[in-house]
């Protein structure tokens, strides 16, 4: 349970008093959790989408601008920042090392710019489109993304090394431990069932995509970092959405 906890404190903003102490260990441990975190901040996505396609059936639009908008809210803009910073280093195609400074930088240069809103231009797209064609799948599918996302990120720390000496993205890579994965997966795979003969689609899609992105920033900074964990989990989100476009009819 602390490790849960643990994981929903750091990847969502509810803040949980009871924790204390927190160690490198815990957030290594914490890892396994990731998936079970994402489906909390699911829960929240799909009652916020359910009722707005109760009541709100024909504002499309309006349903995906508030969608993502709490996403941003309840995550706190955790991974978005990670993306902005992993773009801004990979499009100034430096050397390793610089690519590492530029990405350590709080500073957000035109690459985070347009990686960011290329992705929130994707994420409402897809939101706006999946509302319109089968607005009954929409919290399906809201609640399903922040898992399959977080898997992606459970699969990025366990499968490549760590590029930097330090960091807490250090922590999460050498205490997560092997089982890590397995009870991640399991996880997954439990609450992307109500999704039935499409889970597999929806589940190999945004895997498929990250660990290629995952390869990439890998061979080029020699290992990921916690930014590259915060990029992987929007990419997978933004592919499990646009995989909803083309197959929410059919559910």
Same mark, same amino acid.
């Given at each position: +349970?602390?490790s849960f906890?643990?994981?929903?404190?750091?990847?969502t903003?509810?803040?949980?008093?009871?924790?204390?102490?927190?160690?490198a260990?815990?957030?290594?441990?914490?890892?396994a959790?990731?998936?079970?975190a994402?489906?909390? !901040?699911?829960? =929240?996505?799909?009652?916020?989408a359910? &009722?707005l396609a109760?009541y709100?059936?024909?504002?499309h639009?309006?349903?995906?601008?508030l969608?993502l908008?709490l996403s941003?809210y309840?995550?706190g /803009?955790?991974? =978005?920042? /990670?993306?902005?910073?992993?773009?801004d280093?990979?499009?100034?195609r430096?050397?390793?090392?610089?690519?590492?400074e530029?990405?350590?930088?709080?500073?957000v240069?035109s690459g985070?710019?347009?990686?960011?809103?290329?992705?929130m231009l994707?994420?409402?797209?897809?939101?706006?489109?999946?509302?319109a064609?089968?607005s009954?799948?929409l919290?399906?599918v809201m609640?399903? +993304?922040?898992?399959?996302g977080?898997?992606?990120?459970v *699969?990025a720390?366990r499968f490549f090394p760590?590029?930097r000496?330090?960091?807490?993205?250090?922590a999460?890579?050498?205490?997560?431990g092997g089982?890590? !994965?397995?009870?991640?997966l399991?996880?997954?795979?439990f609450?992307?069932?109500?999704?039935?003969?499409w889970?597999?689609?929806?589940?190999?899609a945004?895997? *498929?995509?990250?660990? &290629?992105? =995952?390869r990439?920033?890998?061979n080029?900074?020699?290992g990921?970092t /916690?930014d590259?964990?915060?990029?992987?989990?929007?990419?997978?989100e933004? =592919?499990?959405?646009?995989s909803?476009?083309?197959?929410c009819g059919?559910i």
């Amino acid at each position: +349970m602390r490790s849960f906890l643990v994981a929903l404190q750091f990847l969502t903003r509810f803040n949980i008093k009871e924790i204390k102490g927190l160690n490198a260990e815990d957030f290594g441990r914490s890892v396994a959790f990731f998936p079970a975190a994402g489906a909390v !901040l699911g829960l =929240c996505y799909s009652g916020a989408a359910f &009722l707005l396609a109760a009541y709100c059936p024909q504002f499309h639009l309006l349903t995906a601008a508030l969608l993502l908008v709490l996403s941003l809210y309840l995550t706190g /803009g955790l991974f =978005c920042d /990670g993306l902005m910073d992993t773009a801004d280093g990979f499009m100034a195609r430096r050397g390793r090392e610089k690519t590492l400074e530029i990405m350590k930088d709080s500073r957000v240069g035109s690459g985070g710019v347009i990686a960011f809103f290329s992705i929130m231009l994707i994420d409402f797209s897809s939101i706006a489109e999946i509302a319109a064609a089968n607005s009954r799948v929409l919290p399906l599918v809201m609640f399903a +993304m922040p898992v399959a996302g977080r898997f992606a990120t459970v *699969a990025a720390i366990r499968f490549f090394p760590y590029a930097r000496n330090e960091g807490m993205g250090k922590a999460f890579r050498e205490y997560s431990g092997g089982t890590s !994965l397995l009870i991640a997966l399991l996880t997954t795979a439990f609450f992307l069932s109500p999704l039935g003969v499409w889970a597999a689609v929806f589940f190999f899609a945004p895997l *498929a995509l990250s660990m &290629l992105f =995952c390869r990439m920033a890998s061979n080029k900074l020699g290992g990921l970092t /916690g930014d590259v964990y915060g990029a992987t989990c929007m990419l997978a989100e933004t =592919c499990f959405l646009a995989s909803g476009v083309f197959i929410c009819g059919n559910i």
